[in-house]
């Protein structure tokens, strides 16, 4: 079936890029939303790629997209310790259902000073 | 605009007490949904609901009610408290129930169950 899967996992120290990989079994989304969660806060809207881009670049952060492999990544240039959250990537549908998107685990990046 | 609003932030309730989190938002949005997040299992769908009058099941739906009586309040209503539902709880909306909108997430419910 469908999934979204991402390392539970990152540390990085401040002034290095940060990389978030995905792999995901299969999309048929337009959009591909990435999200960011801080501590003690619900899910925020990051940025997000088309799904017929490979890549898109939004200030700090550049999303690449691989459909043939099913690979997403989202790089994080200059990491800051303000950067450090869970980073969701993008959900996928849940076949058959009404709009129902499925959610990796998330990515806990943590930035050392 | 406030967006999604999640009442309350915390909770503390005893096994086998009932309560209902509330949610609420403002942007005119048909699709609503309620997610539980526990540490290793990410989101799971609780149930969701594409227009007023309308909802229907998630991922994990036991023990927990829902109802759309209006566009903007989605309440999820907890039957009998159970240990296993201490988790945090976030609502979410967005315009359509097609999944090229991205969702609008509230703050969460950080609900403990002794």
Redesign the interface.
Known sequence: GEDVEQS?FLSVREGDSSVINCTYTDSS???L?W?KQEP??????LT?IFSNMDMKQDQRLTVLLNKKDKHLSLRIADTQTGDSAIY?CP?V?RRGS????I????TKLSVKP | NAG?TQTPKFQVLKTGQSMTLQCAQDMNHE?M?W?RQDP????R?IH?S?GAGIT?Q?EVPNGYNVSRSTTEDFPLRLLSAAPSQTSVY?C?SRR?????????????TRLSIL
Not at chain 2, 40 to 43: A, R
């Open positions: 539970l989304s337009t959009y939303y999200y003690g806060a619900g899910l925020q809207l997000y969701f959900p549908p009404q709009g129902n998107l959610f990796g685990k998330g | 999604v699709y949904s997610y290793g299992m990410g989101l769908l969701y594409v229907d998630g976030f979410a359509t129930g097609g999944d090229n909108q991205p969702q609008h997430f509230g703050d969460g």
